[in-house]
């Protein structure tokens, strides 16, 4: 089991920027690939990016890609998500998961964190 912990959301205004994070806890290792996924009101939740062990196998949702980057820094076992060029669109819970497969996630969740993104 990981538990998950988000931070860094907020309101921004359109074109503006926000960078979330996530710090992992497990008990035996870092979690080797790590992923963000997001759910606007009303809709169902979707993947968002991911992130392998080394930080350089990265993949990204057709609809962030170019604007948001994901990283991550193995000795505070924590990713991030720099958010650029934000719209409104981006509106969303944005949660942090552990050990996706493609992008499927993983069974552990953190508790989210909202990212409001005004016109």
């Known amino acids: 089991q990981v538990q998950l912990v988000e931070s860094g959301g907020g309101l921004v205004q359109a074109g503006g920027s926000l960078r979330l994070s996530c710090a992992a806890s497990?008990?035996?290792?870092?979690?080797?690939?790590m992923g963000w996924f997001r759910q606007a009101p009303g809709k169902e939740r979707e993947f968002v990016a991911r992130?392998?062990?080394?930080?350089?196998?990265?993949y990204y949702a057709k609809s962030v890609k170019g604007r948001f980057t994901i990283s991550r820094d193995n000795a505070e076992n924590t990713i991030y998500l720099q958010m650029n060029m934000l719209t409104p669109e981006d509106t969303a819970v944005y949660y942090c998961?552990?050990?996706?497969?493609?992008?499927?996630?993983?069974?552990?969740w953190g508790q989210g964190t909202q990212v409001t993104v005004s016109a």
């Open positions: 497990q008990r035996s290792s870092v979690p080797h690939i």
């Open positions: 992130i392998g062990w080394s930080g350089i196998s990265t």
């Open positions: 998961n552990a050990e996706l497969r493609g992008t499927v996630p993983g069974p552990d």
